[in-house]
């Protein structure tokens, strides 16, 4: 398998378990998380789907030869700047692993876009709060 086919792989199971819109060759479009994914022919299956006229599916498998297009509907989370504000309160000691959806911080604390996940003591409580603050900064600011 190529580095352009790995990396193609590792996109579109970074949108697993995440809602995305699947539009179809004859047009039809379907919201729902996405909660598999069959590589070799790009077909889909959504849990707790709508499709186009706002009926509610509990579970909806498309095959890879009708999906036209399947796009994110949230943001993805930006684990890259995160790593960044990272860096500034533990220099040389943070690891990036975009692909795989983590970072690494002292080799002993895990971070993903929920926050710490492996890891404990004052460093990884350390860690926890960098997490929130930069959460919080990127909630919109409230005009009242």
Same mark, same amino acid.
């Given at each position: 398998?190529?580095?352009?086919?790995?990396?193609?792989?590792?996109?579109?199971?970074?949108?697993? *378990?995440?809602?995305?819109?699947?539009?179809?060759?004859?047009?039809?479009? #379907?919201?729902?998380?996405? /909660?598999?994914?069959? !590589?070799?022919?790009?077909?889909?299956?959504?849990?707790?789907?709508? *499709?186009?006229?706002?009926?509610?599916?509990?579970?909806?498998?498309?095959?890879?030869? /009708?999906?036209?297009?399947?796009?994110? /509907?949230?943001? !993805?989370? *930006?684990?890259?700047?995160?790593?960044?504000?990272?860096?500034?309160?533990? !220099? &040389?000691? $943070?690891?990036?692993? =975009?692909?795989?959806?983590?970072?690494?911080?002292?080799?002993?604390?895990? /971070?993903? =876009?929920?926050? $710490?996940?492996?890891?404990?003591? !004052?460093?990884?409580?350390?860690?926890?709060? $960098?997490?929130?603050? #930069?959460?919080?900064?990127?909630?919109?600011?409230? &005009? &009242?």
């Amino acid at each position: 398998m190529s580095t352009t086919q790995r990396r193609y792989l590792r996109e579109v199971a970074a949108l697993l *378990d995440k809602v995305v819109t699947v539009v179809t060759i004859d047009g039809k479009e #379907f919201t729902g998380l996405l /909660v598999g994914v069959k !590589p070799e022919n790009l077909s889909v299956c959504l849990s707790g789907a709508i *499709d186009e006229s706002g009926k509610s599916l509990h579970r909806v498998v498309l095959n890879g030869n /009708v999906v036209a297009k399947v796009s994110a /509907v949230e943001k !993805p989370f *930006d684990l890259k700047a995160l790593s960044q504000r990272l860096e500034k309160v533990f !220099p &040389t000691m $943070v690891r990036l692993y =975009e692909g795989q959806g983590f970072i690494w911080v002292m080799e002993k604390i895990k /971070v993903t =876009e929920k926050g $710490v996940v492996e890891g404990r003591g !004052p460093a990884a409580e350390r860690v926890q709060s $960098v997490y929130t603050q #930069f959460l919080k900064e990127l909630e919109p600011k409230s &005009t &009242t």
